[in-house]
């Protein structure tokens, strides 16, 4: 099943923070997140495991709430290169494939 | 290094006719393998996967199919598109031991039924 991400779209000034949601129904193993600039491939960022841990890439850092099955994705001080379209990625504890949200668009202005 | 391919960049075919794509990884082995559709502004949709040689997995109900008739091969295939098959289709691939599970995407290829 899905996941659930919102919202659907944010428009930021450079500097400025932002949070990205994800939920699902189901008991999850991981969470991953994902960027993709227009027109091409999605990028990893970060995967987080169960047991509620955090994690960062520059600016940019993520917690999973296993017991909630939910997971935010913070973006600190945006930078124009931020822009794009997060997606969160979901891996259930049966680990099958990755099962993606419909994604949340962010664009970051001068 | 790993890397991954992925062909046609674009493609533009009329209803009703077949369609192939081919996604090759290089630098790894037995890896799982992935097909995902974007429609135009949407999320990514799970088609098929595939854990190894011979051994599909499908998502959804349609009329796409999938092949890996070699290890690093995965193929993408349908005998007659639809329009509603309109879309970005993605090949990606993954490490089959755990954790690190992160998925790494081809560069995609824009499909256009016409």
């Known amino acids: 099943q899905q996941p659930v991400q919102s919202p659907q779209a944010v428009i930021l000034r450079e500097g400025e923070d932002a949070v990205i949601n994800c939920s699902s129904s189901?008991?999850?193993?991981?969470v991953h997140w994902y960027r993709q600039k227009h027109g091409e491939a999605p990028v990893f960022l970060m995967i987080l495991l169960k047991g509620g841990e955090q994690k960062g890439h520059e600016k940019i850092s993520a917690s999973f709430n296993e017991k909630k099955q939910q997971s935010s994705l913070y973006l600190t001080a945006s930078q124009l290169s931020y822009s794009g379209t997060y997606f969160c990625g979901t891996e259930g504890t049966g680990r099958r494939a990755l099962t993606f949200g419909s994604g949340t668009r962010l664009q970051v202005q001068p | 290094s790993q890397t991954i391919h992925q062909w046609p960049a674009t493609l533009v075919q009329p209803v009703g006719s077949p369609l192939s794509l081919e996604c090759t990884v290089e630098?790894?082995?037995?890896?799982?393998l992935y097909w995902y559709r974007q429609a135009a502004g949407r999320g990514l949709q799970l088609l098929f996967y595939s854990v190894g040689i011979g051994q599909i997995s499908s998502e959804v109900p349609q009329n796409l199919s999938a092949s890996r008739p070699q290890d690093r091969q995965f193929i993408l295939s349908s005998k007659k598109l639809l329009l509603s098959d309109s879309g970005f289709y993605l090949c990606a691939w993954s490490v089959t031991r755990p954790p690190n599970t992160e998925a790494f995407f081809g560069q995609g290829t824009r499909l256009t039924v016409v």
């Open positions: 189901k008991a999850l193993y991981s």
């Open positions: 630098g790894t082995s037995n890896p799982n």
